[in-house]
């Protein structure tokens, strides 16, 4: 079991800082928060050329730092995959098995993948697409080997139907795999994040935090967990309040603003229809 407070050097000794004592004291949830002391996105460069973890993670140690650990959010790609070791080392299994038959078995999810050859050999794949031109508008693009190095930083493969078993396992409609418990830990907000980057498009929020691989925001009272990125060609945004047990996941295969002003409505939405019922 890993224990949220233990430091990741008692689990993965290859885990290094440029500081021998911070080393020592950077903790799994300083890993899992972007809060190790390392810079923003160091290293992220090493995983979009394909070198593996086992290449990465030793070279960390060479990255000057720029805080004490849990101080400083500054978000993480390489770092962050370095909890796929640790799981390694404490179940020697390897971590894509581990996703197989920890999650996508238990849950139904019967076509998600975490490899390049998943995605490929999937009868019904929607391709990425880039905008060219005007005369031409988005134009399909191959899919990259980008990240399936990395996979818990943007190598899971997922159809719209598992990404909605997964949103029931994150409201907690699966205490048998996950505890509710377990994750309030993991919402549980660790860092905060202040600029309006993230929050800029919800009326009225001036700033957001972030728990264990989790955005986490106050929107007038109802708690708001979420992540989305732009990796391959796909655009990708999940979110949901825990406490209501509603949530919405977008993916678009191509770079789009449009999940930042729906996700946003969809929750409002949510949120004054309930405010109305209980005035009445």
Request: glycine share 8%.
């Amino acid at each position: 079991m890993v224990n949220w407070d233990r430091p990741v050097f008692d689990y993965l000794e290859e885990f290094k800082l440029n500081d021998p004592e911070q080393t020592g004291r950077v903790q799994i949830k300083h890993l899992l928060s972007h809060t190790s002391g390392l810079p923003r996105h160091a290293y992220t460069n090493l995983v979009e050329d394909g070198l593996s973890l086992d290449r990465i993670i030793p070279r960390l140690e060479r990255v000057p730092l720029i805080s004490k650990e849990g101080t400083q959010l500054a978000y993480q790609n390489a770092a962050y995959s370095a909890i796929e070791k640790v799981l390694e080392c404490q179940t020697g299994i390897d971590f894509n098995t581990l996703m197989d038959e920890k999650l996508f078995r238990p849950l139904g999810m019967n076509h998600s993948s975490v490899s390049y050859d998943g995605i490929m050999n999937s009868d019904n794949v929607a391709m990425p697409h880039v905008y060219h031109s005007r005369a031409r508008g988005y134009v399909p693009v191959s899919i990259s080997r980008k990240y399936y190095n990395a996979v818990s930083s943007g190598g899971i493969n997922a159809s719209a139907s598992d990404m909605g078993k997964w949103l029931l396992l994150l409201t907690g409609n699966h205490p048998d795999l996950i505890s509710k418990e377990t994750l309030e830990d993991i919402y549980m907000p660790l860092a905060a994040l202040n600029n309006r980057r993230f929050s800029r498009h919800w009326d009225g929020v001036n700033r957001s935090h972030y728990g264990m691989g989790w955005r986490v925001l106050d929107n007038h009272g109802q708690r708001i967990v979420y992540h989305g990125g732009y990796v391959n060609g796909y655009r990708s945004e999940i979110a949901f309040a825990p406490d209501d047990g509603i949530g919405i996941y977008i993916v678009i295969n191509a770079g789009s603003s449009y999940p930042l002003t729906v996700i946003p409505g969809f929750f409002n939405y949510f949120r004054t229809t309930s405010l109305n019922v209980n005035l009445e």
